[in-house]
């Protein structure tokens, strides 16, 4: 299986000031066409998860552009340029590149 | 718009087989731009993928539940269905049923994943006697 780990687990945050994740997969994540399977979410409190990110830098519809994904060989960042109250809650990334998909321990965001 | 809803017993007793459905509107069930998934979250933990099905005639699913998922699709009701063997407490958790769309665009990026970007609300299975 493909272990997906991610850092910081718990990121305090204050409003208004930009944010990082960090996600590593252990192997590849590059599709033979030309893409790396691997998604963001956020889970609310109470809520769903919800897709932000898909094949590591495409914004999924309706999420606002302070959201941005990016990748580094088998590294990976989501950054949020300035946290709003709406962004606290669990961060998980996922990828899909093989099956199992497996998801990483996720980062917990909240206010400081 | 794509939209989903799980349905399901609620409390099970050890060892028995626990059924989920996930009702499907918006899209057609057998469609080629969909995998459909189950998803579990145990309480306090992390997300865990049981596996998918896609097109009613492939599946493929997470080692880790050894042989004791099974997932299946329900054309004429357009709905799939999450079966889970001999349970235990480690089961008990809230399922999600998601959509992964694909994309269906004859060409360079025919096949290509973006994403699970329709969740349903999730159904909580208690293992309990």
């Known amino acids: 299986d493909i272990v997906m780990t991610q850092s910081p687990l718990s990121l305090p945050v204050t409003p208004g000031e930009p944010a990082s994740i960090s996600c590593r997969s252990s192997q590849s994540l590059l599709h033979r066409n030309g893409k790396k399977y691997l998604d963001w979410y956020l889970q609310r409190p109470g809520q769903s998860p919800q897709l932000l990110i898909y094949?590591?830098?495409i914004r999924a519809s309706g999420v606002p552009d302070r959201f941005s994904g990016s990748a580094s060989g088998t590294d990976f960042t989501l950054k949020i340029s300035r946290v709003e109250a709406d962004d606290v809650g669990v961060y998980y990334c996922m990828q899909a590149r093989q099956t199992p998909w497996t998801f990483g321990q996720g980062t917990k965001v909240e206010f400081k | 718009q794509v939209h989903l809803q799980e349905s399901g017993p609620g409390l099970v007793s050890p060892s028995q087989t626990v059924s989920l459905t996930c009702s499907v509107s918006?899209?057609?069930?057998?469609?080629?731009?969909?995998?459909w998934s189950w998803v579990r979250q145990r309480p306090g933990k992390g997300l865990e993928w049981i596996g998918y099905?896609?097109?009613?005639?492939?599946?493929d699913y997470n080692p880790s539940l050894r042989s004791r998922a099974t997932i299946a699709v329900d054309i004429s009701e357009g709905q799939f269905s999450l079966t889970l063997q001999s349970v235990s407490g480690a089961d008990t958790a809230t399922y999600y049923c998601a959509a992964t769309v694909v994309d269906t665009t004859v060409g360079p990026t025919q096949g290509r994943f973006y994403g699970m970007g329709v969740w349903g609300r999730g159904t909580t299975v208690i293992v309990s006697s």
């Open positions: 094949l590591g830098s």
């Open positions: 918006g899209a057609s069930i057998i469609s080629d731009g969909y995998y």
């Open positions: 099905a896609f097109q009613s005639w492939t599946t």
